[in-house]
């Protein structure tokens, strides 16, 4: 008899990575496939739709096959997906008819901004800002702009939603157009009382429901991966930060956790809804009429070291990271305002800028890269200081992502808070969530160091 493993599939906004994790949380298995982002002006920033799928197919191919070499059956499987980036599609052929909007792409949400008279009803309706984060603003320009998709919704052919709706319709044998209920909320066309789209919210973006999947809980059989060996059902579809959230078996209130990847999040669950203007009230299910955490939003962390790689020229490596802060004695400030100012101010501007003092003169690219990494450490203490303020303090501070595999980049954010951080063993929080879900199970103390 075979041991069983769970197939886990993340993408996130710098790679699509697949696991295999068996039932003490070890990793079997596993393929990763960069994700190639393509920015321009006017707030652009896409990705090829028919990479990401092939990307998809390649790491869920190469995953199960070294699984079962190695003996091992896929139990089930479960997949994250970065939330508010969106695409359409033909509903019959599954064709992608315009590229994934990132949801750091700004088209169509020049005006969404929290001046206008319906942004306290869009936040109090579905939990969310009203911005160009959300998707409801990509979908609206890719309806105006890309003749292709018009003429789709023309030939009611059209659907359009999340990225990982598509990937789910694609990588099941183009079975029914659904979509989970996190990946909805991230829309902002979608309503935390009814845990539905909301018709009002629908007729402010002037967006039909008939182009949009069906909503289903996180937890539902969205179908069989036929491009994985053995073709295990997906029954975990959620975004990729709010699987992080089941890593504590269920969703800790006294435990915040800080995922630094292209963006950083930070996630505080909370026992009941909180409105408030300071934080996103992200959904991390649907059990007792809606599960909620705090959310804060730093736009600039992985992001933040490729604008200093365009500016400066150089690529930054990580081996550069380790013994940064002794090499380096006097950086810069760096105003850290990549794709604008999130939590807890959420202002567009201004633009991101060096703010200089007398630079290390050991090694100027250096001193430009501890004032970038110092940046996210304070971003993340204003955030953290402003949830204490609202629901006191955490227990446990927990770090994930890529960043955190940097322990120079650990211990800076531990100094800068002033406390202890537990980090998360190999940075994968979103797939390992996802197998703590799966799984009924709280992650392994082994997991963290």
Known sequence: MTSPGWLLLDLGGQSCRALVVDARAGILAQARQ?????????????????????????????????????????????????????VCWDRHTGEALSPVLS?????GGESMQDGQPHAAEVKQRGGLRFSPYGGASKLRWCLEHLPAVAAAREQQRLCAGPLGSWLVHNLTGQGPCRVDQTLA?????????????????????????????????????????VDAPGAPHLQLLTGDQNAIAWLDGQPDADTVTINMGTGAFMLRPVPAPIDTDIFQLSLLDHQDGGRFALEGSIHGAASALRWLE????????????????????????????IDGLGSPWWQPGPEPAFVETPPDTQNHHEAYLLAVLESLAFLLRVNLEAMTALVGPARRVRLSGGLSRSETVCQLISDVLEQP?????????????????????????????
């Open 34 to 86: 960069r994700v190639t982002t393509r920015e321009a002006e006017g707030g652009i920033v896409e990705m090829d739709a028919d990479a990401i799928l092939q990307g998809c197919r390649q790491v869920l191919q190469e995953a199960g096959a070294a699984a079962a070499d190695a003996g091992r059956t896929i139990q089930t499987a479960g997949m994250a997906v970065q939330r508010g980036s969106v």
């Open 103 to 107: 949801w750091r792409d700004r088209r």
């Open 185 to 225: 909320q991230r829309t902002l066309l979608w309503s935390r009382h009814t845990l539905d789209w909301d018709d009002w919210l629908l007729a402010l973006f002037a967006l039909p429901r008939e182009i949009l999947p069906e909503v289903c809980p996180i937890d539902a059989d969205f179908g069989a991966l």
């Open 310 to 337: 365009r500016q400066t020229g150089k690529t930054v490596k990580p081996d550069q990271l380790s013994g940064l802060r002794d090499r380096v004695t006097a950086p810069p400030l760096f105003l850290n305002s």
């Open 421 to 449: 951080v537990a980090r998360l063993q190999g940075g994968e929080s979103s797939a390992l969530g996802l197998w703590c879900r799966l799984a009924d199970t709280r992650l392994p103390r082994t997991a963290l160091e």
